[in-house]
């Protein structure tokens, strides 16, 4: 079933008129931005069977960051939701803030573990590459076995790198 979607103008004039805004990303993303008045429901604890509680307010409007979470599990939101009517904000948050609608930033909240994880990749096949072609070729295995992990990653599902860095102190929340 396709849900209908909604632009982050008409989900913002929605909001005002008593919709409410949902947003799926993972709970330390939502920390670092979120838009004003949404509530956190990961798609993590949706697909683990957590409903959206407390409201009665219509429609139920659900967002990421790009909109493909959303659209990828549409049938899944439906269900967190029902009975309540829902709409998906295209675009995501990425939309709302190209659209110049107002976010929350907290900047002191670490970067999401993806972008972590690609930093850290592109920054040691960067060093494995200048190492082998200004020290010893031996570096450059060192790109090569980036490159695996990020090969398994995909395949598998599994990060080794993000689950190191969730480990580091930064990505640790205060207790």
């Not at 659209?99 to 920054?123: F, H, S, Y």
Request: charged fraction near 20%; hydrophobic fraction near 45%; glycine fraction near 8%.
């Amino acid at each position: 079933m396709t849900l209908e979607s909604v632009s982050p103008q008409e989900a913002k004039r929605l909001i005002d008129q008593g919709a409410v805004l949902v947003d799926i990303r993972d709970y330390a993303e939502y920390l670092r931005e979120h838009i004003p008045n949404a509530h956190s429901l990961p798609l993590t604890d949706i697909r683990a069977g957590k409903k959206l509680e407390g409201t009665d307010r219509l429609p139920v409007i659900f967002h990421c960051l790009s909109g493909m979470r959303t659209a990828q599990n549409a049938n899944e939101l439906m269900k967190a939701a029902s009975p309540l009517p829902v709409l998906l904000m295209t675009g995501g948050i990425n939309a709302w803030k190209s659209a110049n609608l107002p976010t929350i930033e907290d900047r002191k909240q670490p970067l999401p573990i993806m972008r972590q994880v690609q930093i850290v990749a592109g920054t040691l096949i960067l060093v494995g590459v200048v190492l082998g072609y200004t020290t010893d070729s031996w570096f450059f295995l060192l790109p090569g076995f980036v490159g695996a992990g990020l090969l398994f990653a995909g395949v598998s599902g599994l990060c080794g790198m993000a689950s190191v860095l969730l480990k580091m102190p930064w990505n640790r929340p205060d207790k």
